[in-house]
């Protein structure tokens, strides 16, 4: 098991940027891929972006590609998401999620490809 804690939420303008952290303690984080999700009210819970677990390899949502950049440092144990560009429908609760498997060659995209979640945190983008 692992806790996951994310921060780095709020608010910012549209075109503006925001760096979310998750710090993640418990098993070995170092051996997991981990990912960001996102969920805005009334919406199905969305991919972001993920990341394996010795971060050569990452993923991201069509809609984020070109903005946003994953990153871990597993000294820190670790993860982050650097949002440029921010637009209003970029609004919602980030969640931070590792993945169930260890030491895959790619991170899982879909929410079933993880067992552990953070509790979220809000960002808010106004127009």
């Known amino acids: 098991q692992v806790q996951l804690v994310e921060s780095g939420g709020g608010l910012v303008q549209a075109g503006g940027s925001l760096r979310l952290s998750c710090a993640a303690s418990?098993?070995?984080?170092?051996?997991?891929?981990m990912g960001w999700f996102r969920q805005a009210p009334g919406k199905e819970r969305e991919f972001v972006a993920a990341?394996?677990?010795?971060?050569?390899?990452?993923s991201y949502g069509d809609s984020v590609k070109g903005r946003f950049t994953i990153s871990r440092d597993n000294a820190k144990n670790t993860i982050y998401l650097q949002m440029n560009s921010l637009k209003p429908e970029d609004a919602a609760v980030y969640y931070c999620?590792?993945?169930?498997?260890?030491?895959?060659?790619?991170?899982?995209?879909?929410?079933?490809?993880?067992?552990?979640w953070g509790q979220g945190t809000q960002v808010t983008v106004s127009s």
């Open positions: 999620a590792a993945a169930a498997a260890a030491l895959t060659r790619q991170p899982p995209i879909s929410p079933g490809g993880y067992n552990n």
């Open positions: 418990g098993r070995t984080f170092s051996s997991y891929a």
């Open positions: 990341i394996t677990w010795n971060g050569r390899s990452t």
